[in-house]
Each structure stands twice: as structure tokens, then as C-alpha cells.
């Protein structure tokens, strides 16, 4: 038990650091190297010089989020086999997409309530950036947003954590934990942000989520149907801002 422990802890610190710090750095230096060498091996809008280092990057994520999400399936692969069988009960599906629409619904209300300490409503810094992004690389984001994003961020957040922490500490400490971790990484646009005020107002609608995500994995233990509310939540919000951005 406790070389289990140990295993998954040592499983989620490597990939949350290898994910959200050295991985998509190191893979983005190698694009960026091939690119310098190559540049008609990409896509052209990389030649805009403005665009190219979030091009890049953005580019650098999928890769980087694609090999690690593969190396978790396959090292947990039969502890998995039993967390989408949902899919046979249309009855678990519809729940699970009437929790995916309850998240999205409370999200909602705490945006309403935003402009009344000064926020604007908006989602900072993050979504600005994902917009932009939008405009030229709308189907590498589509994946990173609605496809990989959601699969990785429960897979570590929720499975090999929760894995790793049911049995050492409380249910409210581990959703907390899980909670904040899941909530750090979305602070980064706070580093350069031009409205410090409106990120960190953003930030508790992250917890927010990961709350809510993280409650409802503890009660059904199938990481399936929470990367199906995830995925849900983050196509309804790709699918607005793609209308508001006249994508689609």
C-alpha cells in the first residue's frame, strides 16, 4: 500500500511538472529550432512574427499534453477499464450531462455576479489568450480545450490524486487539495496580466470547478463521467466564443 502511495505521488508530480512547466518548454524549443531551420514545414500564419511564440507554444501543448495523457492510460490502464462503463446506461449519461450543465449553470451566476466588485463578467486573461488563439489555430485548440484539456486535468487532478490521497487524508482536505492544484495552473495568466484585478476574480470560478468536479468524482468513482462533464462544460464555452468570435 504505501509503494502505492508512493508510485502515485511520485506519478503526479512528474506529470504535473513535466506538463505544465518543463514538457511543453522543452517541446516548444524544438519547434521552435525546426522552425528556425524549416519554416515551410508549418503552417503559414506562423510567419506572422506577433503570433508565432503563442502559435508555437499552443502547438508545444498539444504535443506535450498528447504524450503524457498516452504514458498515464497506458501505466493505469487496468485500473481504468472500469470508469467509462457508464456509456452502456443511457440513464448515467444523461445525469452526468445534467451535472455538466448544473456546473456550467453556477458558473454562470458567479459571472453575474462579478461586475458588482468590479469585475467585468469576463473570464481574465485565460480566455483572451484562448480567443486569440482561436482566430488562426482553431482546431488545435479545439483539441486542447474540449478533447485533451479535460482528459489530462482529470486524470491528474481527479484520478491519480485522488488515487494517491483517499485513504491518507479527509474527503473535505482532499477536495480542497485537489481544488487548489487544479486551480494553480490557471493562475499563470497572472504573471502578465493588464487586469490583475479581473484574473484574480476569475480564480475562484476555477475552484469553483474543480470543486464541483472533484465532489462528484468522490461520490461516483468513474473518472469517465468526469471528464464527460468537463469535456461538456468546455465545448459549451468554445462553441460561444466561437460564435462571439463569428468562427462558426
Given at each position: 500500500m504505501k509503494k502505492e502511495f508512493v508510485k502515485d505521488l511520485i506519478v503526479f508530480i512528474v506529470s504535473f511538472v513535466l506538463y505544465y512547466v518543463f514538457g511543453t518548454g522543452l517541446v516548444y524549443l524544438i519547434l521552435e529550432a525546426v522552425y528556425d531551420a524549416n519554416s515551410s514545414l508549418f503552417p503559414a500564419y506562423l510567419n506572422d512574427e506577433v503570433f508565432r511564440e503563442r502559435g508555437l507554444s499552443?502547438?508545444?501543448?498539444?504535443?506535450?499534453?498528447?504524450?503524457?495523457?498516452?504514458l498515464l492510460i497506458i501505466m493505469y490502464f487496468k485500473s481504468l477499464k472500469g470508469h467509462f462503463s457508464f456509456f452502456k446506461n443511457y440513464k448515467l449519461v444523461f445525469k452526468t450531462l445534467g451535472y455538466a450543465l448544473l456546473v456550467y449553470?453556477?458558473?454562470?451566476?458567479?459571472?453575474?455576479?462579478?461586475?458588482?466588485?468590479?469585475?467585468?463578467?469576463?473570464?481574465?486573461s485565460n480566455v483572451a489568450l484562448i480567443k486569440e488563439s482561436m482566430k488562426k489555430q482553431f482546431w488545435i485548440m479545439f483539441l486542447l480545450v474540449?478533447?485533451?484539456?479535460?482528459?489530462?486535468?482529470?486524470?491528474?487532478?481527479?484520478?491519480?490524486?485522488?488515487?494517491?490521497?483517499?485513504?491518507?487524508?479527509?474527503?473535505v482536505?482532499?477536495?480542497?487539495?485537489?481544488?487548489?492544484?487544479?486551480?494553480?495552473?490557471?493562475?499563470?495568466?497572472l504573471v502578465k496580466s493588464n487586469d490583475v484585478w479581473g484574473d484574480v476574480l476569475a480564480l475562484p470560478k476555477f475552484m469553483?470547478?474543480?470543486g464541483m468536479l472533484g465532489s462528484y468524482y468522490y461520490k461516483n468513482e468513474q473518472i469517465g463521467r468526469v471528464i464527460l462533464v468537463h469535456m461538456v462544460y468546455?465545448?459549451?464555452?468554445?462553441?460561444?466564443?466561437?460564435?462571439?468570435?463569428?468562427?462558426?
Open positions: 499552443n502547438i508545444a501543448q498539444l504535443i506535450s499534453s498528447v504524450i503524457i495523457t498516452s449553470f453556477v458558473t454562470i451566476c458567479y459571472n453575474l455576479f462579478l461586475p458588482f466588485v468590479g469585475g467585468s463578467g469576463e473570464d481574465g474540449v478533447v485533451i484539456g479535460p482528459i489530462i486535468e482529470e486524470l491528474l487532478f481527479r484520478f491519480v490524486l485522488f488515487k494517491c490521497l483517499k485513504k491518507k487524508v479527509s474527503y482536505w482532499l477536495l480542497v487539495i485537489s481544488t487548489i492544484l487544479f486551480t494553480i495552473p490557471h493562475m499563470i495568466s469553483i470547478i474543480g468546455n465545448i459549451i464555452s468554445f462553441v460561444l466564443m466561437s460564435v462571439s468570435l463569428s468562427l462558426i
